[in-house]
Each structure stands twice: as structure tokens, then as C-alpha cells.
């Protein structure tokens, strides 16, 4: 296999401090919203954050992600559209009681307006197979696991932007592969809404408490 030297500049250690520090304070104000600005985000902005993204670890190096960007308000209605037809089923019939009673400080429920508001929904998918060299479709490795990670550096790229997001996962998502006209070996992982909040959004109160970093990890 060839390599490459690697590109990495050790910084002093106060420095690295800081710099921890503050990635930690940009973070923790990060908020999901639900109420979300018509107000347009530009494409480029949207696309710089999906090639950060695309820089996150994966299995075998094969990205097995896809992101469908939607901007399109008519494409934007099916989505709503085909959302809310399984949120209405999952809250009427499927959702346990202790998942609703866990919902019910939160407010939702199966209205998504946000899905026709925000400017951009980006569709995130998990691709299971990729051609080979000969043309064959061989399986991806790692596949869901990589694309959690992935989403987890566009959320923070998106953050980091000055957006506003909020992770959607109706269950089941398959009406993304039809609207997306994405293939079938591609599984639908995670509708994310970006944009900016509407004048005067607000967020639950208790969310912003976060556990304490005693209750998160531990040093052995």
C-alpha cells in the first residue's frame, strides 16, 4: 500500500488546551430547534459543510454515506407530506408509553412544519454495497457506524457555521428512496434540517442541562 508522510503539526500544549476549551464552548450552546426561519442559507455554505463531513473516519476508507440535499419546496412537500403519515401512525399506534412520556416535555408530535420551513433538508443515507473493480457490488464495512460519525462532523460543521439543525428519523424512512431516487441498497439513515431559527425560537429549558462528565466517561 503507498503512503504519505502525514500531515500533523503538534501545537504546544497550552494551546491545545485552548483550543479544546473552545471548540467545548462553541459546542455546548448547540441547541436542537424546531422552529426554523424561511430565511435562505446559501449552497455554497451547505456544500462546504458536506465536504467536512466527508472527511470523517470510515470502515476500509469506502465512505458509505450519501447526502441528498433537498432545496426544492415542492420536494420539500413530499417529504413533509410522507413524514408526517408515519408520525401520525407511530404516535397514534406504534410509540410505547414510556416513549411518549419521554417525548411529552419535548412538545412534539406528528405536525413537522419545519420540513417545508427550513431552507435545506438533507437526506442522509447508508450505502451497504459499491462496485468493485470488475463491476461487482461488494458489501461496505462499518457501514452505519461510519455514517453516524459522518453525521456527527456535519452537524458540528453546520453549528460551527452559525446554522441551526434538527436530526429527524421517521420510522420507516424507505419513502426517502423514491423521493431522493436513491437506489435500494442504499438505507435511509438520518433527514437532517438545516437553517436558521425564527425570530424568536425557543428550546426546552431542561435540555440544556447536560450530565456532568462524571456520568459520560471514566478513566481506567
Keep these: 500500500m503507498e503512503t504519505i508522510p502525514l500531515n500533523f503539526r503538534e501545537l504546544p500544549a497550552p494551546e491545545v488546551r485552548a483550543r479544546a476549551l473552545a471548540f467545548y464552548e462553541e459546542m455546548r450552546w448547540r441547541r436542537t430547534v424546531r422552529d426554523f426561519s424561511p430565511r435562505p442559507v446559501p449552497r455554497d455554505i451547505i456544500e462546504t459543510c458536506l465536504l467536512s463531513a466527508g472527511t470523517a473516519p470510515n470502515g ?56 417545508e420551513i ?18 461487482e457490488r ?13 453525521c456527527g462532523f456535519l452537524i458540528a460543521a453546520l453549528h460551527q457555521a452559525g446554522l441551526a439543525t434538527l436530526t429527524h428519523t ?8 423514491e423521493i431522493c431516487g436513491r437506489p435500494a441498497h442504499e438505507k ?22 447536560k450530565k456532568p462528565l462524571s456520568e459520560i466517561a471514566s478513566f481506567l
Excluded: C
Design 60 to 115: 476500509a476508507n469506502l465512505q458509505p454515506w450519501h447526502f441528498a440535499v433537498i432545496g426544492d419546496p415542492a420536494i420539500k412537500r413530499r417529504v413533509r407530506e410522507a413524514a408526517e403519515a408515519e408520525e401520525r401512525d407511530f404516535y397514534a399506534h406504534r410509540a410505547p408509553p414510556a416513549w411518549l412520556e419521554a417525548l411529552a416535555p419535548l412538545g412534539t408530535d406528528a405536525r413537522k412544519p419545519f420540513l
Design 118 to 135: 427550513a431552507p435545506w433538508l438533507i437526506a442522509v443515507f447508508t450505502v451497504s454495497s459499491l462496485p468493485d473493480a470488475r463491476g
Design 138 to 150: 461488494q458489501p461496505t464495512y462499518y457501514a452505519k457506524e461510519s455514517t453516524g460519525i459522518a
Design 170 to 177: 421517521p420510522s420507516p424512512m424507505h419513502f426517502l428512496n
Design 188 to 209: 435511509p439513515f438520518l433527514l437532517l434540517v438545516a437553517g436558521y431559527p425564527a425570530e424568536g425560537a425557543r428550546v426546552p429549558g431542561h435540555a440544556a442541562r
